[in-house]
């Protein structure tokens, strides 16, 4: 027997996906900038400059857009962690990751309409969305408009400290998405949690998760109808 419960509201989806193009386009614009030397580079350089501001933009946009449906819709509350154990949790977590999901263990925190998120990616996704995203565009912002920055900051040029915050932050999200891609394809079955995250529907077998089933919280944009048996 298995269960569908929808999770994901079609704003958190249209968000996470133009999200997905426009961070895609920053890191190889971004990287292009980086090593930029005459004659080389991946994308050539008023091409990368241009394609690195527009998107940078896009990204501000949509980061507003995320920040307000969070707190109209009150999916904030996915991101912050339970206090109750929360270390334990973790571990539980961690060593599935590590060792028992090789070993055909079911999921340790089974997804709930009320609780979408393991204590790790609670965690993370809080991290990324509420720490690293903000220092990247603000230290971006500041990049496209040189003259808010202080002239000098620390003893060094103003735009050092900005840039250096900057291209540590990027970094971060980078390595951010290639550990999120894997871990995207440790759903059910390879392809289940991108099918989850297109369509917001989420299935997998019951017997793992019955008790919590009948959890009545609910998910940004998610009714109690939505939830459903097959
Ligand atoms: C090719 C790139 C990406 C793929 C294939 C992908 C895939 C997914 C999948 C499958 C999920 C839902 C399942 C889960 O959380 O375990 C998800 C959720 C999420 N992703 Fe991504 N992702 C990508 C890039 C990104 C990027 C660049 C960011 C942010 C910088 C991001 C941030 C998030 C967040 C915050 C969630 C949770 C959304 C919510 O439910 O509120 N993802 N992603």
Same mark, same amino acid.
């Given at each position: 027997?298995?269960?569908?419960?929808?999770? &994901?509201?079609?704003?958190?989806?249209?968000?996470?996906?133009?999200?997905?193009?426009? =961070?895609?386009?920053?890191?190889?614009?971004?990287? *292009?900038?980086?090593?930029?030397?005459?004659? $080389?580079?991946?994308?050539?350089? *008023?091409?990368?400059?241009?394609?690195?501001?527009? $998107?940078?933009?896009?990204?501000?946009?949509?980061?507003?857009?995320?920040?307000?449906?969070?707190?109209?819709?009150?999916? %904030? %509350?996915?991101?912050?962690?339970?206090?109750?154990?929360?270390?334990?949790?973790? %571990?539980?977590?961690?060593?599935?990751?590590? @060792?028992?999901?090789?070993?055909?263990? +079911?999921? +340790?925190?089974? #997804?709930?309409?009320?609780?979408?998120?393991?204590?790790?990616?609670?965690?993370?996704? %809080?991290? &990324?969305?509420?720490? &690293?995203?903000?220092?990247?565009?603000?230290?971006?912002?500041?990049?496209?408009?040189?003259?808010? $920055?202080?002239?000098? @900051?620390?003893?060094?040029?103003?735009?050092?400290?900005?840039?250096?915050?900057?291209?540590?932050?990027?970094?971060? =999200?980078?390595?951010?998405?290639?550990?999120?891609?894997?871990?995207?394809?440790?759903?059910?079955?390879?392809?289940?949690?991108?099918?989850?995250?297109?369509?917001?529907?989420?299935?997998?077998? $019951?017997?793992?998760?019955?008790?919590?089933?009948?959890?009545?919280?609910?998910?940004?944009?998610?009714?109690? #109808?939505?939830?459903?048996?097959?």
């Amino acid at each position: 027997m298995s269960r569908r419960i929808f999770i &994901l509201a079609l704003w958190i989806r249209v968000w996470h996906w133009i999200n997905v193009l426009l =961070i895609l386009c920053l890191i190889a614009s971004g990287l *292009s900038l980086h090593y930029a030397r005459p004659g $080389a580079g991946i994308i050539r350089f *008023s091409l990368a400059r241009d394609m690195h501001n527009i $998107a940078g933009i896009g990204l501000c946009i949509d980061y507003a857009y995320f920040f307000i449906g969070n707190i109209v819709s009150g999916n %904030w %509350w996915q991101y912050i962690p339970r206090p109750h154990g929360y270390m334990q949790r973790c %571990w539980v977590q961690f060593r599935y990751y590590m @060792w028992d999901m090789f070993h055909g263990a +079911p999921h +340790p925190f089974p #997804t709930t309409v009320a609780d979408n998120f393991n204590p790790l990616q609670q965690l993370i996704y %809080w991290g &990324l969305m509420y720490v &690293l995203m903000p220092l990247m565009i603000v230290t971006g912002l500041t990049y496209l408009y040189p003259t808010v $920055a202080p002239d000098r @900051w620390f003893g060094v040029d103003g735009l050092l400290p900005i840039a250096f915050v900057h291209f540590v932050t990027a970094f971060l =999200i980078f390595l951010f998405v290639l550990v999120h891609v894997y871990l995207g394809t440790t759903g059910d079955t390879l392809t289940s949690k991108i099918s989850t995250m297109i369509t917001g529907w989420h299935e997998e077998e $019951a017997d793992a998760c019955e008790p919590l089933a009948q959890e009545s919280g609910l998910a940004a944009g998610a009714t109690a #109808t939505d939830v459903s048996k097959s």
